[in-house]
């Protein structure tokens, strides 16, 4: 499931179209954002939310029909940040060092700046199967970015063609979410710098990178 998708019971209502109605949803979406990172899921209130959001309770049920649906948009605007990076291919950048190094400090950048939603998200993904269907496809979509790029590096010679790209793209997302999650949810302190520095470390002797042809 994506985020975003509708739920099995509830069909995907209209986005408004009107500019006071965009303006308003968003500004509820901003709202339960700041609810949640500070009250957890179970213990934020759609009164809270509307109050926050500078508009009546009962003008939350023209935009959304519960807690969980606007839950749902928080994540969907958070993933859309997190799974696409804002790291451009670069067509002087043949170096693959170079390139992972890049897509792990973007990654890593946009985690720390999401990480109170992310605590909530993984929280609530453990209590409640659609958000755990949602972190899931979040996972997925980062996974299947980087097979890409393994399978890319392996036709290109610079990477090991032992390692499996799926597998070894899930281990090594697997690994970079839960350092993620460690330092800037747990509070685990490491420096960004040593962070990134190690992380990349362990990409490439995982791939075993090797430098392009003509290095």
Do not use: C
């Not at 807690?67 to 799974?83: D, P, S």
């Not at 972190?135 to 990477?159: D, P, T, Y």
């Amino acid at each position: 499931m994506q985020a975003g998708e509708a739920t099995d019971s509830t069909p995907e209502r209209p986005a408004p179209r009107t500019p006071r109605g965009i303006r308003t949803r968003n500004a509820l979406v901003v709202a339960a954002r700041e609810v949640f990172e500070r009250d957890g899921f179970l213990d934020a209130r759609i009164s809270d939310i509307a109050k926050t959001a500078g508009t009546a309770s009962g003008s939350f049920y023209t935009y959304f029909d519960s807690k969980e649906e606007i839950f749902a948009a928080v994540v969907e605007q958070v993933q859309e940040e997190m799974v696409h990076p804002h790291v451009r291919e670069r067509a002087d950048v043949d170096d693959p060092r170079v390139l992972i190094d890049l897509a792990n400090r973007e990654y890593l950048q946009t985690y720390r700046h999401n990480a109170r939603f992310m605590a909530v998200l993984e929280q609530v993904s453990q209590i409640d199967e659609r958000f755990r269907a949602m972190r899931l496809g979040r996972s997925m979509a980062f996974a299947e970015r980087n097979a890409r790029l393994i399978r890319k590096l392996q036709e290109q010679g610079m990477a090991d063609t032992e390692v499996d790209p799926e597998i070894g793209s899930l281990a090594l997302s697997a690994m970079m979410s839960r350092m993620a999650y460690l330092v800037y949810v747990y509070g685990h302190d490491i420096p960004f710098e040593q962070l990134v520095t190690n992380l990349n470390r362990l990409w490439y002797n995982a791939l075993t990178l090797r430098p392009p042809a003509d290095s």
